[in-house]
């Protein structure tokens, strides 16, 4: 019986060691994938007249990118922005209205949703959207043979189809976070004025004197990183299909594991060092 158990722990033991390793590896390849697309397309710009051609091509399709990830992503942002800052306020107003603390109505808001929820629910909308799309995408790329037709015609993919999608993807998280903001905390006002009627511009004020500079630097920094992690790591999925497309379905979702997981340690470790920033 002793035997066996032991048997069985150190199989599970190992299970646990390969599946560490497997991930391990697959960050390692991702990362370099990425640094490779960076680093070609820097590339590019020694040669700029040459390369012309493939640098407008690039720039093109960055602003098709940021099109379909941030200006298509626009009206749903807002709207869960709405409903988030309205469900959000109430019961903060509520509560200080109730013990005469309505001013930091504006502190809290900032905290919670400028700082906290903005970025994250803003980085899950675009797994939601983007990233499953990408890894959909670049996945039936593999199995059609696309890639390889790039490769053998000379194209560097990595420049074409891996770097705009990457950098689009900063730049729209990026905006769609302030957009999170801009709505989520117009619909605190409306909402809070119905409890605790005051001007807008008290409002305002109120948002200002509380909002600091770590707030912004933090929020931007959450941004970056999510997007990062979600479009490499989307995009790294999609390739890693190899022959059948019953493979896409199963990398996208776990492209958006990954993602999810990711961005969720990203955010916590962003909040803790500002957090102990802040305190030190």
């Given at each position: 019986?002793?035997?066996?158990?032991?048997?069985?722990?150190?199989?599970?033991?190992?299970?646990?060691?390969?599946?560490?390793?497997?991930?391990?590896?697959?960050?390692?390849?991702?990362?370099?994938?990425?640094?490779?697309?960076?680093?070609?397309?820097?590339?590019?710009?020694?040669?700029?007249?040459?390369?012309?051609?493939?640098?407008?091509?690039?720039?093109?399709?960055?602003?098709?990118?940021?099109?379909?990830?941030?200006?298509?992503?626009?009206?749903?942002?807002?709207?869960?922005?709405?409903?988030?800052?309205?469900?959000?306020?109430?019961?903060?107003?509520?509560?200080?209205?109730?013990?005469?603390?309505?001013?930091?109505?504006?502190?809290?808001?900032?905290?919670?949703?400028?700082?906290?929820?903005?970025?994250?629910?803003?980085?899950?909308?675009?797994?939601?959207?983007?990233?499953?799309?990408?890894?959909?995408?670049?996945?039936?790329?593999?199995?059609?043979?696309?890639?390889?037709?790039?490769?053998?015609?000379?194209?560097?993919?990595?420049?074409?189809?891996?770097?705009?999608?990457?950098?689009?993807?900063?730049?729209?998280?990026?905006?769609?976070?302030?957009?999170?903001?801009?709505?989520?905390?117009?619909?605190?006002?409306?909402?809070?004025?119905?409890?605790?009627?005051?001007?807008?511009?008290?409002?305002?004020?109120?948002?200002?004197?509380?909002?600091?500079?770590?707030?912004?630097?933090t929020a931007f920094l959450k941004c970056i990183g999510s997007a990062f992690f979600i479009f490499s790591l989307s995009i790294s999925w999609g390739l890693s299909v190899k022959k059948s497309s019953h493979e896409v379905p199963?990398?996208?979702?776990?492209?958006?594991?990954?993602?999810?997981?990711?961005?969720?340690?990203?955010?916590?470790?962003?909040?803790?060092?500002?957090?102990?920033?802040?305190?030190?």
């Amino acid at each position: 019986m002793m035997v066996q158990i032991r048997i069985y722990t150190q199989s599970k033991v190992d299970e646990v060691a390969l599946s560490f390793f497997e991930n391990a590896r697959f960050l390692h390849q991702t990362m370099y994938l990425t640094y490779l697309a960076f680093r070609n397309f820097s590339l590019l710009f020694v040669n700029p007249l040459e390369n012309r051609g493939k640098i407008i091509m690039i720039f093109k399709t960055l602003i098709m990118q940021i099109y379909f990830t941030a200006n298509q992503s626009f009206l749903l942002v807002s709207f869960i922005a709405l409903i988030t800052g309205s469900l959000a306020v109430l019961p903060i107003s509520t509560g200080l209205t109730l013990f005469g603390q309505a001013d930091l109505v504006g502190k809290i808001l900032i905290a919670v949703i400028s700082r906290e929820i903005a970025p994250l629910f803003t980085a899950f909308i675009i797994i939601a959207r983007s990233g499953t799309a990408i890894a959909s995408e670049l996945g039936n790329m593999q199995v059609n043979k696309e890639i390889d037709s790039l490769k053998s015609l000379g194209i560097d993919y990595t420049s074409f189809i891996i770097f705009p999608r990457i950098l689009s993807g900063i730049v729209s998280l990026i905006c769609l976070n302030y957009v999170f903001n801009l709505m989520s905390l117009g619909g605190a006002y409306v909402v809070s004025n119905f409890i605790h009627p005051f001007s807008f511009s008290s409002y305002l004020y109120s948002l200002a004197n509380y909002l600091k500079p770590i707030d912004i630097i933090t929020a931007f920094l959450k941004c970056i990183g999510s997007a990062f992690f979600i479009f490499s790591l989307s995009i790294s999925w999609g390739l890693s299909v190899k022959k059948s497309s019953h493979e896409v379905p199963q990398v996208t979702s776990r492209a958006v594991v990954w993602c999810l997981a990711t961005v969720m340690i990203w955010n916590l470790l962003m909040s803790l060092t500002s957090y102990f920033g802040s305190i030190a």
